[in-house]
């Protein structure tokens, strides 16, 4: 419990006047299942330690609660990892709904390369978030291949009661594998988010689409999975600086 005290503190004062991920103008922003409920995935270039980052990029969906769900952030690895070439050192990620967020993790690590694969379990208990877990990441990749990868705000690495390990590509390999489909460019090293539901909504039913993410099948099953995702179009996002 001192743990996540710490860790909340730092949230407050790295995020200062943030308001959390809400719809606009709605009163009630309690989850309820099969209604559209604001997830954000929040993005920052260089951020070791949040309290010095000033700016940061916010990535909306309203997804369905309880809907398994994947997005896509189309041309992510273009705009985020090559513009930044020879810049960035690193780039961070923490996922966000109501005002609970997630540990960090990282998308981009220059001596490591892309960490593409986050699924965000999201407790809630009638119909208020509790908390952002990540899900196990490792099952997308060798053993070679999955390293540690959650960090607190204050940019150093954190352990909590969750899975901590991210499975990465090489940068180099994640140029050569971009390709075209359909007069846009599509790169399995763009970012993308999955998002399944535990706990119970505003009316009290039980939300079990975590039963669903992807530790829970085989790889054979994960890699069948991806391929039919891939294969349809790209989820759209909004994205909003701050």
Known sequence: ??????????????????QG???????????????????CLNVAIDAGNWADQTSFRTYSFTPEADDYSRFIIAGSFKSLVQENAGTAQNITAFGSSQQSVSFLRMYYQK??????????????????????????????????KCAENTYGFDGEPAFPMEPT??????????IAEGSVNNGETENPCDLKLHVVWTGTDANGKYLTSSSKRF??????????????AFDKLKDSVNVRKK
């Open 1 to 18: 419990m001192k743990y996540i005290s710490v860790f909340l503190l730092l949230v407050a004062s790295v995020l200062g006047e943030w």
């Open 21 to 39: 991920c809400i719809q606009e103008n709605q009163e009630d922003n309690k989850v309820t299942k099969g209604k559209q409920t604001p997830v």
């Open 111 to 144: 001596n490591v390369g892309v960490f593409p694969y986050l699924t965000a379990v999201i407790d809630v208990k009638d119909g208020i978030v509790q908390g952002i877990a990540w899900d196990k990441a490792c099952i997308f990749c060798s053993n070679d």
């Open 165 to 174: 390990k991210g499975c990465f590509i090489p940068a180099e390999e994640c």
């Open 215 to 228: 530790s829970a099948f085989n790889p054979k099953q994960v890699r069948d999975q991806l391929k039919d």
